[in-house]
């Protein structure tokens, strides 16, 4: 108990799960259902919509979509919490944040997918980050050959400069549906950031993903890391997707 204890203290408070907020959205033919625990971070702050509905036909889909990364995507869920320990422990004890996003995706058409068949839905994810990475118009290869210019070798651009790729994808039985697990590290930014997803395919053209981004402010970040993981288990565990 002393050992538990000491652990929040050092990582911060974050999610309250004795608390919970059960949310719904109707996606096509889906159901989804997801649990927020309490303590997100500041509550009543005025923020976007989400829908509590999405339309898989593209007539209905693109006018509501976003493009942001490699994805063109409706976002139906987002929440975030403060870890926050004491004041001697950074900025006003914040220690860093966990974002939970929940979006349904458009897969595009550089390869097929099909509904039930993961394999197929792997190769797609492989695919669509090597092209937006590492391509040779990637992101990646374009970071690359700014260090080149400044006369570094590409192959020893640091490693926090880069988004790591995911090196595995996973299968996970979560509440009767099998999800593919995989991470990123530095999607978006260069630095301390880390984003685990959970993905299935909800037609030959969807997909949902379920995933939590980890940023570090302030202390032992492989101590923090596992502390939010654990917590971002625990709230996926409460996801229910049904036909």
Not at 170 to 187: A, C, D, H, P, Q
Not at 206 to 233: C, I, N, P, W
């Amino acid at each position: 108990m002393l050992k538990k204890l000491f652990g929040k203290l050092m990582t911060g408070k974050g999610p309250d799960f004795s608390v919970r907020n059960t949310k719904v959205c109707h996606i096509g033919g889906y159901e989804l259902r997801f649990t927020v625990p309490g303590n997100v971070y500041m509550p009543g702050t005025p923020r976007d919509a989400l829908p509590s509905q999405v339309n898989l036909k593209s007539d209905y889909f693109e006018p509501y979509s976003t493009e942001k990364l490699n994805r063109t995507f409706i976002q139906v869920a987002f929440e975030w919490w403060a870890y926050k320990g004491t004041i001697v422990q950074g900025d006003l004890g914040q220690l860093g944040k966990l974002c939970l996003t929940i979006d349904v995706n458009k897969i595009e058409s550089h390869s097929t997918v099909k509904k039930d068949d993961l394999d197929s839905f792997t190769q797609y994810l492989k695919k669509d980050y090597w092209r937006y990475y590492e391509a040779e118009d990637g992101v990646n290869q374009e970071v690359r050959r700014r260090f080149a210019k400044n006369g570094m070798d590409p192959d020893d651009v640091p490693s926090q400069f880069l988004v790591q790729t995911p090196d595995e994808y996973t299968r996970e039985k979560i509440n009767g549906v099998t999800w593919l697990s995989y991470s990123l590290t530095g999607e978006g930014t260069a630095g301390l950031r880390k984003s685990y997803y959970w993905a299935v395919p909800l037609s030959d053209d969807y997909y949902l993903t379920v995933s939590f981004d980890m940023t570090f402010e302030q202390g032992d970040k492989d101590d923090r890391l596992h502390r939010m993981l654990d917590d971002a288990r625990r709230i996926m565990s409460a996801v229910e997707l049904r036909e």
